[in-house]
T-cell receptor
């Protein structure tokens, strides 16, 4: 499984756009990229996933360059409630149930 | 129903007690997982069940015993735990085949376990 590297923490003011970049240099051809959000004392919550280029949903965008060795989670106009830990994970597409191994994640603190 | 339900939410047990954690999902997922999470650390995988069979055991001590009675239920039996086993225990489920990974993995809210 590809190892991921993210910044340990980030700070932002409410209303700003936040971009969290994840490095996954040894990503394989069949791997896809997925991001989770976790609030204290809750389970991680799926945010977004993608394979290449750009994916957008109602809460975030995911940008993946052509070489796929990194990805960027973009949170538009964050609010205080976006304060959480964000995890980037790389998983193989296809096959059977597999390990979902979390890296250290990025602790995002949003303030007024 | 798009939830994973875990009970109890909180559990305090002595080192000589036997207790069980329960997890239930009705999304038709055929893979279920147990994770352990210590404070300010990422979740660590413990067990994976695929089609009700144990497929991955991450060298977890035998004082933790998983059980998957059917496709909707997952239990974690606890016996003779140590204080260092105190943590948030998370259950998750997913499609067993990763050809369709829409929506990813669904996690429960966890059981906060304290061993005294």
């Amino acid at each position: 499984l590809a190892k991921t590297t993210q910044p340990i923490s980030m700070d932002s003011y409410e209303g700003q756009e936040v971009n969290i970049t994840c490095s996954h240099n040894n990503i394989a051809t069949n791997d896809y990229i997925t991001w989770y959000q976790q609030f204290p004392s809750q389970g991680p919550r799926f945010i977004i996933q993608g394979y290449k280029t750009k994916v957008t949903n109602e809460v975030a965008s995911l940008f993946i360059p052509a070489d796929r060795k990194s990805s960027t989670l973009s949170l538009p106009r964050v609010s205080l409630s976006d304060t959480a830990v964000y995890y980037c994970l790389v998983l193989p597409r296809g096959g059977t149930a597999s390990k979902l191994t979390f890296g250290t994640g990025t602790r995002l603190q949003v303030t007024l | 129903d798009t939830e994973v339900t875990q009970t109890p939410k909180h559990l305090v047990m002595g080192m000589t007690n036997k207790k069980s954690l329960k997890c239930e999902q009705h999304m038709g997922h055929r893979a279920m997982y147990w994770y352990k999470q210590k404070a300010k650390k990422p979740p660590e995988l413990m067990f994976v069940y695929s089609y009700e069979k144990l497929s991955i055991n991450e060298s977890v001590p035998s004082r933790f015993s998983p059980e998957c009675p059917n496709s909707s239920l997952l239990n974690l039996h606890l016996h003779a735990l140590q204080p260092e086993d105190s943590a948030l225990y998370l259950c998750a489920s997913s499609q067993a085949s990763l050809l369709d990974i829409t929506g990813g993995y669904t996690f429960g809210s966890g059981t906060r376990l304290t061993v005294v």
